[in-house]
């Protein structure tokens, strides 16, 4: 998209110094810990939680630089942390489109920096001296790692309600999204009415991006996602498109489809055959739709701030979780 570039290249500057802030948070005594760190911060990751909070902060008319910096630093450690442990419950062979930190040095590795990683966010955390923003960071933490924990219970069951589909991607994407917004209002000390209005922003566009990137894996670019295509099926995750299809498709698909799951057999003609079936019965459609509806959402909650550029450069974000093709 177009409009998104000029997002990221109006805030190039900022991203960039708060990458410097990252990277020089990051420097510890144990070489293991740099190494394995390093290659999942370099592995091409958007920053997207830090834009929203230089974006949400300014938005409140707040620009100390230094504390925005930090803040951002704090929430990509969080984010980093959960990627290395989803690699070891996912049992991921890619992350990225490289090979992730799981297979280059193994399941403990990954798992003992993703806690240090979560560490090292709440301990910079206490630098901000702020009550409200670690009440904030440990709530989300604890509800990420909820969230973490009811897919796990569901995984593989294709019984799974859309509701319930909907509060996983709440509790494990959402959450810190929603907190990356809300946080750039907390720092700047704004009223309730904006904070409030900015984590509910956060939280939408959260959803948003999930459903569209759980619909992206039966239909992208498996290269430009970074990821194999149907990898979701394989690991077991039921996500809304095979929700959606599960409910409106004949019985006899659905015995077709429990026998695939049942069997793991995930190659070529079984996938192809699910994509099949989805567009036949418009799931992929129908998950998309509601993307956008989140995302529709998450800009009417800006209605409680002026229009103004940083209005607007959330306004873009909001369609492009939905719009990207990776």
Same mark, same amino acid.
Request: hydrophobic letters at 40%; a negative charge; aromatic letters at 6%.
């Given at each position: ?78 984010? =980093? ?9 996912? &049992? ?26 979560? =560490? ?19 709530? =989300? ?7 973490? =924990? ?6 593989? &069951? ?62 992208? /670019? ?44 995930? /190659? ?16 992929? /459609? ?9 995302? &529709? ?30």
């Amino acid at each position: 998209m177009k409009e998104m570039d000029q997002v990221w290249s109006d805030h190039k500057t900022f991203l960039s110094e708060a990458e410097v802030q990252i990277q020089e948070g990051l420097q510890s005594k144990v070489a293991l810990v740099n190494k394995v760190t390093h290659h999942i911060l370099s592995s091409g990751g958007k920053r997207i939680r830090p834009l929203l909070l230089i974006i949400s902060a300014h938005l409140c008319d707040y620009h100390d630089k230094e504390r925005i910096y930090l803040s951002s630093g704090i929430l990509e450690f969080i984010h =980093t942390a959960t990627l290395l442990h989803d690699d070891v419950i996912d &049992n991921a062979e890619v992350r990225r489109g490289i090979a992730p930190a799981r297979i280059l040095w193994g399941n403990q590795a990954s798992i003992l920096v993703g806690d240090y990683l979560y =560490t090292l966010a709440l301990s910079h955390a206490v630098q901000m001296h702020s009550f409200e923003m670690n009440t904030l960071l440990a709530s =989300t933490c604890l509800r990420m790692a909820e969230g973490e =924990t009811l897919q796990l219970s569901h995984n593989g &069951n294709l019984k799974m309600g859309e509701t319930t589909y909907l509060e996983i991607i709440e509790l494990k994407t959402a959450m810190l999204i929603s907190a990356s917004c809300r946080l750039g209002a907390v720092i700047a000390k704004t009223s309730e009415e904006k904070k409030e209005a900015l984590g509910q922003f956060g939280k939408n566009i959260g959803i948003a991006f999930q459903v569209a990137d759980d619909t992206l894996d039966y239909v992208a /670019d498996g290269k430009r996602l970074g990821k194999s295509l149907g990898e979701d099926l394989r690991e077991g995750k039921i996500t809304l498109p095979l929700l959606h299809l599960l409910k409106h498709c004949r019985k006899e698909d659905q015995d077709g489809l429990n026998e695939i799951m049942d069997s793991k057999n995930f /190659d070529h003609n079984n996938l192809s055959k699910v994509i099949k079936l989805m567009r036949s019965h418009g799931s992929i /459609d129908y998950a998309l739709k509601q993307a956008q509806d989140y995302a &529709n959402k998450a800009k009417s909650a800006l209605s409680v701030f002026p229009d103004s550029p940083q209005r607007q450069y959330l306004m873009t974000i909001a369609d492009y979780v939905v719009q990207r093709d990776h």
